[in-house]
C-alpha cells in the first residue's frame, strides 16, 4: 500500500482517478493519500476564480477578530458566514482545541467578532486533521445567500479517460462521496475532449441534467465553461466546486470552492505560489522541499535514503519482504550534494519512529563517494542514535567504501541490497527491543552481528 501512495505521487502527480470516487474511496485518494499537488485555502481559491470572472458571493478574508469585524461592516449584510480557513475537509462538524464547537458559523454581524476570535489563532480539529488538528490563522466573511438549490460540480484529471473529466450531481452540499455510496445514480460523469474543451453545448447540457430551472441554465452554463477555463489556466488537477448553488435570483454562484494545483507547474503560477501557507503542511515536507527532496513520510521504522524513484520503491520491497516497515520513501535525486545528503539525514532522523537507516545508492549521474561524505559529516554532526547501513553501488564505489572504512563511524557497508535490507530490518527490531527495555544499545555490536533471515532464528546482542 505503500508503495502504492508513493506511485500516485511520484510517477503520476495530475492524475486522478474519477471511477474511484464512485466506488466511495474519493476521500482516501483526494484527502488522506499524500499527492504531490499544492492546496489553497478556500478563500485565496475563491480570489482567483472571482478574478477570473466566476460568479461568487461577496466575501472577506480576515486574519483577526478586528478585520473580521470590519468586514462585515463593508460587506453591509443581514448575516454572514464566518468559516475558519483551515486545509481539511469537515470544517463545520469539526471542533477547536480550546473547546469552541463548529469550523464554519452563520450569524449576525454583532457577532462577527467573537466567532472570529474564537477560531483565529487556535487549532482546528477535523476528521481528516488527526487529533493534533491544524493551524486556523485566518477565517473569511462571507454575505449569507439565499439558496434555491444546492449542486455538485468537480473538474479533475482522469487516467482511464486520458483527461478532464466531469463529476456533478443533483445532490451538492454533502459528502459526495456518501451520495457516490448511497446513490450512485445521482452522479454524472462526463470527460472532456482536451482538444476541444468543455464547450457551450456540452455545458448546457449538463445544467440541464442537473435539473436547473430554465432561465438558469444558461448562466450555469457560462460558468461551468469558465470554471474548465480556469482549471486549464492554472494547471489544476482538481477543481471541487461544493455547493454550487442557485439563489433565488436565479444566479448560477460558487459558493465553496477546493482547488488543487500541480505543483509541476509551480514555475509559471506565482499566482498560485504566493498563496501557499506553510502551516498547513507536514514540517519535514515543507523542509524537503526546500532542499529540493521527494519526501514521503510513511509509518514503519526503517528511514530511507535513495536516488532515484524506482529504486526507492524496490528498496521499501525488500524491507517488507524481510519482515520490515518503510519509515518514509526519500529520493534525493541524481545531483545531490553533501548538504542534500545531510538535510536527507536531519529529516529521516527527526521522525521518532526511525529505528535504523538504509542508505542505498546507485551511481550513475551520481558519485557513491559524494554520498559517502554526506553520511559521514551527517554521522560526525547530528549525533545519529540509530545504527546506519550502507549499500552504495555504481561511480566511485571503491572511493565511497573507502571513506566509510576509514572514517572511524560505524557504518555498515554492503555490497548487496538483499543483504542490506536484512540488516537494517534486524537492526531496527534491536533498536526497538532495547528502547522499550530502557537499554542502550551498542551500534557496533549490532553491526557486527552475523544476521540471518528472521524465519530462521532469533538474535542476542549485547546491549549496555
Do not use: W
Amino acid at each position: 500500500k505503500d508503495t502504492l501512495r508513493v506511485v500516485s505521487r511520484t510517477m503520476f502527480r495530475a492524475a486522478r482517478s474519477a471511477s474511484a470516487l464512485f466506488q466511495g474511496v474519493s476521500a482516501t485518494i483526494s484527502r488522506s493519500t499524500p499527492i504531490r499537488s499544492l492546496h489553497l485555502h478556500e478563500g485565496y481559491s475563491l480570489e482567483l476564480l472571482k478574478k477570473f470572472g466566476v460568479k461568487t458571493p461577496r466575501f472577506q478574508i480576515a486574519k483577526s477578530a478586528e478585520e473580521a469585524q470590519t468586514a462585515a461592516r463593508s460587506l453591509a449584510g443581514n448575516a454572514f458566514a464566518v468559516k475558519a480557513q483551515v486545509l481539511a475537509g469537515g470544517r463545520g462538524k469539526g471542533h477547536f482545541e480550546n473547546g469552541f464547537k463548529g469550523g464554519v458559523h452563520v450569524v449576525k454581524e454583532s457577532d462577527v467578532a467573537m466567532i472570529a476570535k474564537h477560531m483565529i489563532g487556535h487549532r482546528l480539529i477535523t476528521k481528516q486533521t488527526g487529533a493534533a488538528g491544524r493551524p486556523c490563522n485566518m477565517v473569511i466573511v462571507m454575505e449569507k445567500m439565499d439558496v434555491i438549490k444546492e449542486y455538485y460540480f468537480a473538474i479533475l484529471m482522469d487516467r482511464a479517460a486520458q483527461g478532464p473529466m466531469l463529476i456533478a450531481s443533483s445532490q451538492g452540499g454533502m459528502d459526495i462521496e456518501t451520495v457516490a455510496k448511497e446513490n450512485p445514480d445521482a452522479i454524472i460523469k462526463e470527460p472532456i475532449d482536451i482538444n476541444k474543451g468543455l464547450t457551450t453545448e456540452q455545458a448546457m447540457s449538463l445544467a440541464a441534467r442537473l435539473g436547473f430551472a430554465p432561465q438558469a441554465i444558461e448562466q450555469a452554463a457560462r460558468e461551468f465553461v469558465k470554471l474548465y477555463k480556469f482549471f486549464v489556466r492554472y494547471d489544476c488537477t482538481m477543481v471541487e466546486i461544493n455547493p454550487f448553488v442557485q439563489d433565488t435570483f436565479g444566479n448560477a454562484v460558487v459558493l465553496d470552492a477546493k482547488v488543487n494545483f500541480d505543483d509541476n507547474s509551480l514555475v509559471r503560477q506565482p499566482e498560485v505560489v504566493s498563496r501557499r501557507d506553510f502551516s498547513q503542511e507536514n514540517a519535514l515536507d515543507v523542509v524537503a522541499l526546500q532542499h529540493d527532496i521527494n519526501y514521503i513520510g510513511l509509518k514503519g521504522s526503517i528511514g530511507c535514503l535513495v536516488n532515484g524513484a524506482g529504486l526507492a520503491m524496490a528498496t521499501m520491497d525488500i524491507i517488507q519482504l524481510h519482515g520490515g516497515k518503510p519509515a518514509n520513501f526519500l529520493d534525493i535525486g541524481g545531483g545531490a550534494t553533501v548538504n542534500q545528503v545531510t538535510e536527507a539525514f536531519k529529516i529521516i532522523t527527526a521522525d521518532p519512529q526511525v529505528n535504523c537507516i538504509l542508505v542505498n545508492i546507485f551511481g550513475g549521474i551520481m558519485r557513491c563517494d559524494t554520498i559517502a561524505e554526506g553520511i559521514i559529516h551527517a554521522a560526525k554532526h547530528l549525533d545519529l542514535q540509530v545504527p546506519v547501513v550502507a549499500r552504495l553501488q555504481g561511480t566511485r564505489k571503491v572511493e565511497a567504501k573507502a571513506l566509510i572504512a576509514n572514517s572511524g563511524l560505524d557504518i555498515l557497508s554492503c555490497d548487496e541490497l538483499d543483504t542490506a535490507a536484512l540488516k537494517a530490518v534486524q537492526c531496527a527490531k534491536i533498536v526497538e527491543l532495547a528502547r522499550a527495555a530502557d537499554l542502550r544499545v551498542k551500534f557496533k555490536d549490532i553491526l557486527e552481528l552475523e544476521l540471518e533471515p528472521a524465519a530462521t532464528g532469533s538474535l542476542t546482542p549485547r546491549f549496555s
